[in-house]
């Protein structure tokens, strides 16, 4: 399968503790993006990357939350001191980068359980 | 916010033909129609999308309005396995900041019935 990857596909954890997401792109798609989902709503954007050069966070995108995608490859979200509210879906997209044509692929998302 | 309408859900029967509407009366010239949709539990799905023309591929076909403020999603046979959350979303093709984004509504919910 060469579609976009997330792992882990489910993650429960207590409030307080840290947790970091991981996400691998389409092969050669040079786009990033992060998005969060709550029950019942559609996905909301947190941030993108081009290449390992992160260019726009969202106002969702609190102090506790960072991004990386340090070789242009791979992404990692990490939210520390979790909380109740920070329960959801993490979802990871990737796109070409291309003017043209440049369509979000998404993975199949990290659901967060914070107890 | 989102740029779509839609309502918020619609049934329709096996082996006929599901029509998803969406209005999007403010779209700008440079702004492209996307349809995605997902499935409970699952990433969202990228559909079709289109700028002016009606665009057909192996899912579906997307008929835009000569005015651009509203499409249809038409899915021509629908099974079981398309019940699902439809969006239509709207946005800038192109390089940078958030024109590249998608701004999801909420949807319609769309349930294919036996």
């Known amino acids: 399968d060469t579609g976009v990857s997330q792992d882990p596909r489910h993650k429960i954890t207590k409030r307080g503790q840290n947790v970091t997401f991981r996400c691998d792109p389409i092969?050669?798609?040079?786009?990033l993006y992060w998005y969060r989902q709550t029950l019942g709503q559609g996905p909301e954007f947190l941030t993108y990357?081009?290449?390992?050069?992160?260019?726009?966070k969202s106002r969702l995108l609190s102090d506790r939350f960072s991004a990386e995608r340090p070789k242009g490859s791979f992404s990692t979200l990490e939210i520390q001191r979790t909380e109740q509210g920070d329960s959801a879906m993490y979802l990871c997209?990737?796109?070409?980068?291309?003017?043209?044509?440049?369509?979000?692929?998404f993975g199949p998302g990290t659901r967060l359980t914070v107890l | 916010d989102a740029k779509t309408t839609q309502p918020p859900s619609m049934d329709c029967a096996e082996g006929r033909a599901a029509n998803l509407p969406c209005n999007h009366s403010t779209i700008s010239g440079n702004e492209y129609v996307y349809w995605y949709r997902q499935i409970h539990s699952q990433g969202p799905q990228y559909i079709i999308h289109?700028?002016?023309n009606n665009e057909t591929n192996e899912m579906a076909s997307l008929i835009i309005t000569e005015d651009r403020k509203s499409s249809t999603l038409i899915l021509p046979h629908a099974t079981l396995r398309d019940t699902a959350v439809y969006y239509c979303i709207v946005r800038v093709e192109g390089y940078g900041g958030s024109q590249g984004n998608l701004i999801f509504g909420k949807g319609t919910k769309l349930s294919v019935k036996p």
């Open positions: 092969s050669e798609h040079n786009r």
């Open positions: 997209a990737s796109s070409l980068g291309d003017r043209a044509t440049d369509t979000q692929y």
């Open positions: 289109g700028l002016k």
């Open positions: 990357f081009q290449n390992e050069a992160q260019l726009e």
